[in-house]
T-cell receptor, first 115, second 112 residues
Framework: DTGVSQDPRHKITKRGQNVTFRCDPI?????LYWYRQTLGQGPEFLTY????????KSRLLSDRFSAERPKGSFSTLEIQRTEQGDSAMYLC?????????????FGPGTRLTVT | GENVEQHPSTLSVQEGDSAVIKCTYS??????FPWYKQELGKRPQLIID?????GEKKDQRIAVTLNKTAKHFSLHITETQPEDSAVYFC???????????FGKGTMLLVSP
């Protein structure tokens, strides 16, 4: 499968715990995005990277959220001290800047449940 | 920031009918408008997009129209089939800036 992949697909955690999600973009894509999707809503933009540079992070929901893409390939999204309101689907997408740069392709998502 | 409104929230049609979903956007600088289809439990899939230099784009049974003056764009599906049943999302962005703002989605149900 050459599409965007995410791991894990599901995560159940207790309130207060830290969680980390991984995203592997389409191999030739240099832009990577994180979104959050809650039930009945469209994806909500969180942050994005071009190569290893994080170009927009003001939409991260709080300082408990952070993302990295250290080598310009895969990315991780970490949520510290999880709260029940963090329960949602976390989606990753990628695109190719030099191509039709705005065509974003999504991964299957990581569904987070905070108990 | 950009705000995208999408209507209707649910749409039920008979197989073979046409379906139209409408979106409006607030930022006149937006110039890229993709549509995504999301089946239950699956990832959003890009089905068609339009840029502000054209007014209409077609791909088989799917078409999108854009009215820049009125700041609205629409998805048209002709000859609907049961497999078209899904949630459809519109989105808007400024090309090159990558921040997609999505509508709240339209659940389309196509009955055989």
């Amino acid at each position: 499968d050459t599409g965007v992949s995410q791991d894990p697909r599901h995560k159940i955690t207790k309130r207060g715990q830290n969680v980390t999600f991984r995203c592997d973009p389409i191999s030739e894509h240099n832009r990577l995005y994180w979104y959050r999707q809650t039930l009945g809503q469209g994806p909500e933009f969180l942050t994005y990277f071009q190569n290893e540079a994080q170009l927009e992070k003001s939409r991260l929901l709080s300082d408990r959220f952070s993302a990295e893409r250290p080598k310009g390939s895969f990315s991780t999204l970490e949520i510290q001290r999880t709260e029940q309101g963090d329960s949602a689907m976390y989606l990753c997408a990628s695109s190719h800047r030099e191509g039709p740069s705005d065509e974003q392709y999504f991964g299957p998502g990581t569904r987070l449940t905070v108990t | 920031g950009e705000n995208v409104e999408q209507h209707p929230s649910t749409l039920s049609v008979q197989e073979g009918d046409s379906a139209v979903i409408k979106c409006t956007y607030s930022d006149s600088a937006s110039n890229y408008f993709p549509w995504y289809k999301q089946e239950l439990g699956k990832r959003p899939q890009l089905i068609i997009d339009i840029r502000s230099n054209v007014g209409e784009k077609k791909d088989q049974r799917i078409a999108v129209t854009l009215n820049k003056t009125a700041k609205h764009f629409s998805l048209h599906i002709t000859e609907t089939q049961p497999e078209d049943s899904a949630v459809y999302f519109c989105a808007a962005s400024i090309a090159g800036y990558s921040t997609l703002t999505f509508g709240k989605g339209t659940m389309l149900l196509v009955s055989p």
